[in-house]
C-alpha cells in the first residue's frame, strides 16, 4: 500500500473537494508514492504525536485539523510549523489532513448518532442536503 491508496479511500468517503474554500486537506507531507504500512490518527500533528507516530513506525499521520492553514515562504527548524515539517519529512512520514471534509461527511453525522438525534438536517449548508453541523429531535428528555 502506499500513500496515494490512502488518500483515494479518504476521498471516496471524504472527498477533499467538499471541505470549505479556506481549509487545506489531503496530503501536506510527503509523496503520493512512499510506501504506507502504519498509520496514526490524530486530531492535530502535535510534537507529542509526530514523537508517538516515529516511535510506533508509523508511514502515514492522519489528522483533523491542517498543521499547514496558510502559504508558509520557509521551512525552517526554528518555526512551530517548520520543525514539524523538517521532522516528519526526517523520518519518511507523509501527513494527511481530512478537516472540513470530513466535518461535512463524517464528524457531524458520528456526533448527531452519539446523542441519537432524530430527522437530522445541515446546521449551515454547504451543497445540496450536506453541510458542517446537524440540528435535529432528541430522541429523549436530556438535561
Known sequence: MHVYD???FIDEKYPFCEALSWDNVGLLVGDEAWAATKAHIALDATDKAIE??????A???ITHHPMIFSQMKQIRGDDFT?????????????CIAMHTNYDIYGMADLAASRLSL???VPLDETGEGVGIGRVGEASAFMT
Open 6 to 8: 490512502i488518500l483515494r
Open 52 to 57: 508517538t507516530a516515529i516511535k510506533e513506525g
Open 59 to 61: 508511514d502515514v499521520i
Open 82 to 94: 517548520g520543525s514539524r515539517i523538517i521532522t516528519l519529512i526526517k523520518h519518511h512520514i507523509s
Open 118 to 120: 432524530m430527522d437530522c
